[in-house]
């Protein structure tokens, strides 16, 4: 199994990036998604959550608006487009699949928002 991000990068304030996770290893399709982030000194958080066939999303209170995630069941594939970034969701952000009992993470990709 694996979980493979990439996208980051440094991006000044009010920019866009986009994140993607490769996966392999297991069924994409039937794993319902998620992106969390982990800055420095912080506990992981959620940033947005999609449902195994792309129907159903939500997200982190301070990523509404700003932040879209969606997957290519066909690519294997997670996205998170993130627009309008603020020096505060500089963090590593992890791509987290889960389905009943198994639960598999990234290795994280570093976003820095900084000018």
């Known amino acids: 199994v694996q979980l493979v991000e990439s996208g980051g990068g440094l991006v000044q304030p009010g920019g866009s990036l986009r994140l993607s996770c490769a996966a392999s290893?297991?069924?994409?399709?039937?794993?319902?998604m998620f992106w969390y982030r982990q800055a420095p000194g912080k506990e992981r958080e959620l940033v947005a959550a999609?449902?195994?066939?792309?129907?159903?999303?939500d997200y982190g209170d301070s990523m509404k608006g700003r932040f879209t995630i969606s997957r290519d069941n066909t690519k294997n594939t997670l996205y998170l487009q993130m627009d309008n970034l603020k020096p505060e969701d500089t963090a590593v952000y992890y791509c987290?699949?889960?389905?009943?009992?198994?639960?598999?993470w990234g290795q994280g990709t570093q976003v820095t928002v900084s000018s």
């Open positions: 987290n699949a889960r389905y009943i009992r198994y639960n598999y």
């Open positions: 999609i449902s195994s066939v792309g129907g159903s999303t």
């Open positions: 290893g297991f069924t994409f399709s039937s794993y319902r």
